[in-house]
Nanobody
Framework: QVQLVESGGGLVQPGGSLRISCAAS????????LGWFRQAPGKDREFTAA????????SYADSVKGRFTISRDTAKNMVYLQMSSLKPEDTAVYYC???????????????????WGQGTQVTVSS
């Protein structure tokens, strides 16, 4: 049974940094992409970042490029999202997702991901 468990969310001031984590278990994630999506109150879920388990190719939403960095630790089955220069508009529930056989051009599409975590709240406010 695949499980994705997010952690590390919290309250941070504008301009601050935060790292959230996703513990992945239940299967081998070779040939998978692991992604972070977020959903703010009253808004649709949106793609944030994704990484291929094999090779580490990454993809980012334009809104977070240069501020967020996704990484994975294949030995620990962990995926991380390092967030810097945070803005109030980054406030959202952040979800970890996993899917197999996702081509690079589709890494930003939520419909390509089969497994989802429960989410972790990130609030950027002074």
């Amino acid at each position: 049974q695949v499980q994705l468990v997010e952690s590390g969310g919290g309250l941070v001031q504008p301009g601050g940094s935060l790292r959230i984590s996703c513990a992945a278990s239940g299967r081998s994630f070779r040939n998978h992409a692991l992604g972070w999506f977020r959903q703010a109150p009253g808004k649709d879920r949106e793609f944030t970042a994704a990484i291929r388990w094999n090779g580490g190719d990454t993809s980012y939403a334009d809104s977070v490029k240069g501020r967020f960095t996704i990484s994975r630790d294949t030995a620990k089955n962990m995926v991380y999202l390092q967030m810097s220069s945070l803005k109030p508009e980054d406030t959202a529930v952040y979800y970890c997702a996993a899917g197999s056989g996702i081509i690079r051009s589709s890494m930003s599409s939520g419909s390509q991901y089969t497994f989802w975590g429960q989410g972790t709240q990130v609030t950027v406010s002074s």
